[in-house]
């Protein structure tokens, strides 16, 4: 009989985070959310990454808005290069979990980071603990930026589901939003350093089945409760795999609650790149489109990422890139993008506090009523097929 | 019995949003205790209606397993594998088997049964790329109208989460477990 790694082979970096999830499963230790030693080591980590041993940390506290990484601000106070006056720089410590909601390589995440910018707005990286030598889990320290990512509405759900962007925010960032995403589309990744990404093949199902793979293997090994609805989205999914020509970077979360706008309405911030692969670009479209995201108008009419109707996404999005939208593909990748959701939310989220590996118990539970919602929208897709 | 389960939840849920949220000045904190809070109010909504919940599946699986059973058994071409399922299954109904009174039975008896069966029906789903064309399409004919019934089942289950935009147009749980004031048996 396979083994699940070999039913369902992933790219290698992938692999190396299944395998360490698996290996952190059987250690029978809480995630414990106690973390008075973090400042100790956090600096500790710093001085050996800058080679300053003068510096110092101040205001280090935990960042809410979150579901997959321990995040925490800081301020980071040490001598600048040119001058002995000391410099103030607020930074971001985005940390793995004991388990999380959805298991990322942050070297990926990191060189993700690295590729983009001058291409896109993103936040600036500085250091990396791949393997958690210093801070005891695999960490990003990165630059943080001021914006709203998040605009006060009774509406407000959880981890950008649903919100709700007055008409005039729409209108300002709806353009700058479709912009981004076809960038991102065109970026030359070959000019990159993305050496922990495996590249498909050109003209191949390679970079789906890596895809799917991945999704796979991350339901059976995490999923508490068997679903007979999962099981035949994912018969479908692997026999209507389309041939992807010309691998492009998908971001892999693109949507409402992972941009930052400005107080002049500019996006100045893409977050949450840990998803990210080379694949399709029908990926992201569908992903950003899904109606569970995006909180409709006030008509009620669905929008994509909270901000424009779904048609003009499209359209813009087909002027921007120059990459046209197959709605048969479109369909694949809707439907691929609910079966994505529903693992993360109706499996791994259910798992992480099963195992009480999270620093977001609550929350993981509460979050399953997402999955739900997805596995009902993929049975409604499939018996469209 | 008392007091209430219901009772305890909605003094946990006031406690938490009317003395603990005021007094929480970090927002991580603010934000998890909220969700503390919405949590209790949903389970004010269902914890009654658990147990009938997972009797009604269990009814309906046996029924529907029953029938895939048949459908493998009367296939000379099926493969070894969905034979191999096929008969753990009816291994399975003899440790539960459908025409007993299974609500006598403890809720973690049926809610492991439930599962039992669940796996046994994603292992048949995961051959059809193996079945003969004809066997397929009589197996998806048999579960489209049980995967409508577990759409619609769920959705009711959580749309008191709050995260359903057609909440307003989907029945409630009540309304798909019962009729006419008792469990709607199949």
Request: charged residues 25%.
């Amino acid at each position: 009989m396979l083994s699940l790694q070999q039913r369902f082979p992933v790219e290698s970096a992938i692999n190396e985070i299944f395998i360490r999830k698996l290996r952190n499963r059987h250690v029978k230790v809480e995630h414990s959310m106690n973390f008075e030693n973090l400042h100790e080591t956090l600096t500790q980590f710093i001085k050996v990454q800058t080679g300053q041993s003068e510096l110092f940390i101040e205001n280090l506290q935990r960042l809410s808005g979150g579901a997959s990484k321990e995040q925490f601000t800081f301020d980071l106070i040490r001598k600048s290069y040119n001058s002995d006056a000391p410099t103030t720089q607020r930074l971001m410590l985005r940390m793995d979990p004991t388990e999380s909601v959805v298991e990322t390589h942050r070297l990926r995440e990191w060189q993700m980071l690295r590729a983009m910018q001058g291409e896109v707005p993103v936040p600036e990286v500085f250091w990396l603990d791949l393997e958690g030598e210093y801070l005891g889990q695999p960490a990003i320290v990165a630059g943080f930026l001021e914006g709203t990512v998040r605009p006060e509405s009774k509406e407000d759900k959880m981890s950008g589901i649903g919100m709700y962007f007055e008409p005039y925010l729409r209108e300002n960032l709806k353009g700058q939003f479709v912009e981004i995403l076809a960038k991102i589309h065109r970026v030359n990744w070959r000019e990159k350093d993305l050496s922990a990404f495996d590249v498909p093949q050109s003209n191949s199902t390679q970079a789906n089945e890596w895809a799917l793979n991945q999704l796979e293997r991350a339901w059976q090994e995490d999923t508490t409760h068997a679903h007979p609805i999962m099981e035949q989205a994912a018969v479908w999914l692997r026999e209507n795999m389309p041939v992807v020509e010309n691998p492009v970077i998908i971001h892999g979360d693109y949507r409402s609650g992972n941009f930052m706008y400005d107080n002049n309405l500019n996006i100045n911030a893409i977050f949450d790149w840990e998803l990210a692969y080379l694949g399709d670009y029908h990926d992201d479209v569908a992903w950003a489109s899904l109606s569970i995201f995006g909180g409709p108008d006030e008509q009620g009419n669905p929008l994509a990422g909270s901000l424009l109707p779904i048609e003009e996404f499209l359209e813009r999005y087909e002027a921007a890139s120059g990459f046209p939208v197959d709605r048969k593909r479109l369909f694949y990748y809707q439907l691929f993008s609910y079966y994505k959701m529903a693992v993360f939310t109706a499996a791994t989220s259910l798992r992480v506090v099963y195992s009480k590996k999270t620093h977001l118990d609550a929350m993981m539970n509460f979050a399953s009523g997402i999955g739900y919602i997805c596995i009902s929208e993929l049975n409604r897709m499939l018996e469209q097929t | 019995m008392g007091p209430e389960i219901s009772q305890f939840l909605s003094g946990m849920k006031k406690t938490v949003e009317q003395v603990v949220i005021p007094n929480l000045t970090d927002r991580f904190a603010q934000e998890q205790a909220g969700i503390v809070a919405a949590t209790l109010g949903y389970l004010e909504t269902i914890h009654d209606k658990v147990f009938h919940y997972e009797l009604l599946e269990n009814q309906l699986y046996k029924q529907l397993l029953a029938s895939v059973i048949t459908l493998i058994e009367n296939d000379s071409s099926s493969s070894q594998k969905l034979n191999t399922t096929a008969e753990s299954l009816k291994q399975h109904f003899k440790h539960d088997p459908s025409d007993e009174n299974t609500a006598l039975r403890a809720y973690p008896f049926i809610r492991a049964s439930n599962e039992v069966m669940k796996e046994s029906l994603c292992d048949i789903i995961q051959e059809q790329p193996e079945m003969p064309k004809a066997l397929r399409d009589q197996f998806e004919t048999l579960i489209k109208p049980f995967f409508k019934d577990i759409e619609l089942r769920e959705r009711a289950w959580v749309k008191g989460l709050g995260f359903d935009s057609e909440a307003d147009q989907l029945p409630d749980i009540d309304e798909l477990l019962y009729r006419d004031g008792k469990l709607a048996l199949p």
